[in-house]
């Protein structure tokens, strides 16, 4: 068990304070004041000062420090670079919605996937995050911000399914009654398509969104842009999501980047068409953002108008996805990666 209180569940917590001789009631107390963005125990005021002061001893909240703050000029979108306890540096993103506030987090530090048009795995995985550390992203960009987050999206640096038992935690937590109690309907968690893992997760019948980026309609192009491809095949892939839609009755949603010249024509979208034959699914179409280090390019808006027409002609609901904060490095793990390149 993690020796951080806000990574343990209100019955783990109940265990912990009753071992320090505490009544059953503190439990909640201390529970509720974690999971409203606290830096210190001594904003907990109905606490007697001496448990405060054992509980900071034992059990240090360790909160993470704002190092760069970018707010969008165009849409108010505001990116976060947040520096962890151990030094490491992860990113959030905080999108304003009609709906509702929408937080996407990091759930790695770095990632091992590979993924060619993607700047979060550039310089590999360093480590997984805690349960905590994927909370904290949400309960003090929420803090900063001053605006209530609604909606989570768990598709920043890393891949979620690589951090599997640390993520499922993470999801208890935040939908927890007494802490953030945020809706599992109101939850996207994106996979670059981990197999056994999408398996495993379908057995849970959680009812959150699981995003799959796809961003190839066959093997061929998807092995050129995604590594992960080599070990779960884009037909294996297919089938596990198959099998994820008849274990949960939630529609798949696939993200697909849309990259000038390599997966773009109208031909890859009727092969789309074809390979999703009777699997309920919507598609998202990401025009690219651009990475420094990538000689990859977006697509131009009469291409990815064209792909989308035939895909939804075919009968697969597509939406293009609004472009939000293009002028705060919003492509995920930019921003880390410019911060730790002028450090060194």
Request: charged share 25%; aromatic share 6%.
């Amino acid at each position: 068990m993690s020796k951080n209180l806000k990574s343990m569940t209100l019955p783990e917590l109940g265990a912990v304070l009753k071992e320090m001789g505490q009544p059953a009631f503190r439990a909640k107390q201390v529970y509720t004041w974690l999971h409203k963005g606290v830096r210190s125990y001594e904003e907990m005021t109905n606490l007697p000062k001496a448990l405060r002061d054992s509980l900071a001893e034992q059990f240090p909240i360790c909160p993470p420090q704002v190092v760069r703050r970018q707010e969008s000029q165009k849409d108010g979108t505001i990116k976060y670079l947040w520096q962890l306890s151990d030094g490491n540096c992860v990113e959030t993103v905080l999108m304003r919605y009609h709906y509702g506030n929408t937080v996407c987090i990091s759930t790695e530090v770095g990632c091992r996937m590979g993924c060619a048009f993607c700047a979060s795995t550039l310089g590999g995985l360093i480590r997984k995050l805690e349960p905590f550390e994927m909370l904290d992203q949400v309960l003090f960009t929420q803090v900063d911000s001053g605006l209530p987050v609604s909606h989570i999206v768990l598709m920043g640096i890393g891949e979620p399914l690589d951090n599997y038992e640390n993520v499922l935690r993470f999801l208890e937590l935040v939908n927890s009654e007494d802490g953030m109690n945020i809706s599992m309907r109101h939850i996207s968690l994106s996979t670059c398509g981990l197999v056994p893992k999408i398996d495993a997760l379908a057995q849970e019948k959680l009812q959150l969104t699981l995003s799959v980026s796809l961003h190839a309609p066959n093997d061929q192009i998807r092995d050129a842009i995604m590594p992960v491809n080599r070990a779960y095949p884009t037909e294996e892939l297919i089938g596990a999501c198959r099998r994820y839609y008849e274990a949960t009755g939630r529609r798949i949603s696939f993200e697909y980047a849309m990259i000038d010249g390599i997966n773009d024509s109208v031909e890859n979208a009727r092969e789309l068409l074809r390979r999703m034959k009777g699997l309920p699914a919507h598609f998202n179409l990401i025009p690219l953002n651009h990475v420094e280090e990538s000689p990859l390019k977006p697509s131009s808006k009469e291409t990815v108008a064209r792909f989308q027409k035939c895909l939804t002609d075919g009968g697969i609901p597509a939406t293009v996805r609004r472009t939000l904060g293009g002028d705060i490095d919003a492509s995920c793990g930019q921003l880390r990666r410019k911060y730790n390149k002028e450090k060194n």
